[in-house]
């Protein structure tokens, strides 16, 4: 019996009352809105109709009771989760070595108890000191941090006033760029070919960020040339930034293998997730134009997924079936687009310290590199090494050769430039602090002499004892990227994790930071040099006034928080053995 109803009415999707399926015609097709009673004899997908149905029809029937199922719902089936129970072994497993990389900062860090000997405060004091400088530099780093805060902040003010928006689509805008031989300029010039929405205003210099090597292309005659993802950050004015991913590959039809970028403008920091869907959209491009417009146009109107979240996206594929992706937004940013584990191939233990330190001090780095995909990978993995912290000056991985003379800025930056740049750019007027490392040769071309003396000594013996262990230890060599995101985080949680006893609610309910206690709070003299000029930086500066703002922490913040108090608990354990011992 034909029965008309609404499937929502029917629960359709319920399964527990699977009593409906869809009717199909003589033809094979659905027919909106007309349903049949299934056969309560049989445990099959038949279908009370006159005539069998085959497995193909069968399998239409599953993929239009999708499409009455709401958007918003999540899929199914979702995709494959990495087993939770695998990932925190690795994790304790990692943990444990980075313990033992610190046991020798911890003797020292450990509060001296009533009966320890006038020999150990000694010695303590001596040439095993922590501290590198005389405080006339340390004077110097403090003023230089001051004054790039005071710059700054401006921007900085009208930023977190920009993270509040809501954004309910899951990205600004989409353009396919492609490159066009300009015969008087003797060079190829990126052009647009595909904008969505068309009605968005785009910068104009984004397409010269989709190709900051226009100048330089030559057509390649290799069939073989890889895709190629990076992505870029622009500041706006106003202090607010916008992340462009972009995803680099020929188009099999392309008799002159000129590339495409597809360039997705988010305001968001979510590489992974970015990066996904355009390999998605490159696989519907090398069908057609046409398919990767529909995927560009299906995707924006989704909702983005918050951190952790899965968003489902519907299309049609080629044959006109319906087809699921899912793309899924890491809960944790900090392993997002941050393969570390590439700054020991392209700097190197040593001197990966020393621009790290160069960072913290919130100087200039000017990064170079021949190929795009090091020069990214690299500036975006450097920077992830700042959590709990965040870069908050120019940020450019990929800068294009017409754009140059931004490397001249007297404020901070961050920059990647390739190679052929690299004499141009010494050429230039650069301001005194300025870094400026080779990523291909491994080595500095300008650095101001002191970068060596910028971590104190025993934080960095242990993180560099750390980071070796990437090379010579098993478990370690196995999980490099974990590896090295640990070391830092305990490098931060040793140097500032005591800035939660230093916070002070008034009477009124407002929260104050003893900013002049937290310094003298550090356990080494080298630390507390340290901090004297930390807590000067725009970075830092930030970080606190979220947490004196903040009601509850992110999802990112509680890994350091976590991180934290099973320090403290440690310490705590460490004390209670030695009152024990006494």
Not at 57 to 78: A, C, G, H, Y
Request: contains cysteine.
């Amino acid at each position: 019996e034909v029965v008309y109803m609404d499937p929502e009415a029917l629960h359709l999707n319920d399964k527990s009352q699977p009593g409906y399926d869809i009717y199909l015609d003589p033809e094979g097709y659905a027919v909106p809105n007309r349903l049949v009673k299934r056969k309560t004899s049989s445990g099959s997908d038949d279908i009370d109709v006159s005539r069998p149905i085959g497995d193909r029809f069968k399998s239409k029937i599953r993929k239009f009771k999708n499409l009455f199922s709401e958007q918003d719902k999540p899929s199914k089936s979702p995709p494959p989760i990495k087993s939770q129970g695998s990932q925190r072994r690795r994790i304790e497993l990692i943990r444990k070595k980075v313990n033992q990389a610190f046991e020798v900062l911890q003797s020292s860090l450990r509060p001296k108890e009533a009966d320890d000997t006038i020999q150990t405060q000694t010695e303590t004091q001596s040439n095993d000191s922590d501290s590198r400088v005389d405080e006339k530099e340390i004077r110097k780093r403090v003023e230089y941090s001051r004054s790039v805060r005071y710059k700054t902040q401006k921007n900085f003010v009208e930023s977190r006033r920009l993270a509040k928006k809501v954004y309910p689509q899951m990205f600004e805008h989409a353009i396919i760029v492609s490159l066009n031989y300009n015969e008087t300029k003797q060079k190829y010039e990126p052009y647009i070919v595909y904008k969505f929405p068309e009605i968005k205003d785009s910068n104009v210099s984004v397409p010269l960020f989709c190709f900051p090597d226009a100048a330089n292309f030559k057509p390649s005659s290799s069939s073989m040339t890889k895709s190629q993802s990076y992505n870029f950050v622009l500041t706006n004015f106003d202090g607010g930034r916008v992340y462009g991913y972009c995803r680099r590959f020929v188009p099999p039809k392309s008799a002159e293998r000129i590339p495409e970028v597809i360039c997705i403008m988010s305001p968001v920091d979510a590489f992974t997730m970015y990066n996904e869907l355009l390999m998605h959209i490159e696989e519907k491009r090398a069908i057609s134009l046409h398919s990767a417009q529909e995927l560009i146009a299906a995707t924006f109107g989704r909702p983005l997924p918050q951190p952790g979240q899965t968003e489902t996206i519907r299309t049609l594929d080629v044959e006109g079936e319906m087809e699921t992706l899912f793309l899924t937004r890491d809960a944790d940013n900090r392993f997002d687009n941050a393969n570390v584990d590439c700054l020991l191939t392209h700097l190197g233990v040593d001197k990966l310290l020393k621009v790290f330190a160069s960072i913290l001090l919130e100087r200039s780095v000017l990064f170079c590199a021949k190929h795009l995909s090091a020069l990214s990978s690299t500036i975006h993995a450097i920077v992830s090494l700042l959590y709990p912290f965040s870069w908050q000056h120019t940020f450019i991985p990929l800068l294009p050769s017409d754009m140059i003379e931004v490397i001249c800025s007297p404020t901070p930056f961050i920059i990647g430039i390739t190679s052929s740049l690299i004499n141009k750019a010494q050429e230039l007027p650069l301001e005194e602090n300025v870094l400026i490392f080779d990523i291909d040769k491994k080595e500095f071309r300008q650095s101001l002499g002191d970068e060596g003396t910028l971590l104190p000594k025993k934080i960095e013996k242990a993180l560099k004892s750390s980071l070796n262990m990437c090379r010579v230890d098993a478990e370690a060599k196995s999980s490099p990227n974990l590896m090295i995101s640990e070391a830092f985080l305990r490098f931060f949680v040793e140097a500032v994790g005591h800035y939660g006893q230093f916070i002070v609610t008034q009477s009124d309910g407002t929260k104050s930071f003893q900013k002049d206690n937290f310094v003298k709070g550090a356990q080494t003299s080298g630390l507390q040099q340290l901090l004297e000029w930390f807590v000067e930086t725009q970075m830092f500066e930030v970080f606190l006034t979220r947490q004196l703002e903040s009601k509850h922490w992110g999802n990112t913040i509680e890994v350091f928080q976590t991180r934290i108090q099973e320090h403290m608990a440690a310490n705590q354990a460490v004390k209670r053995r030695l009152v024990k011992k006494s």
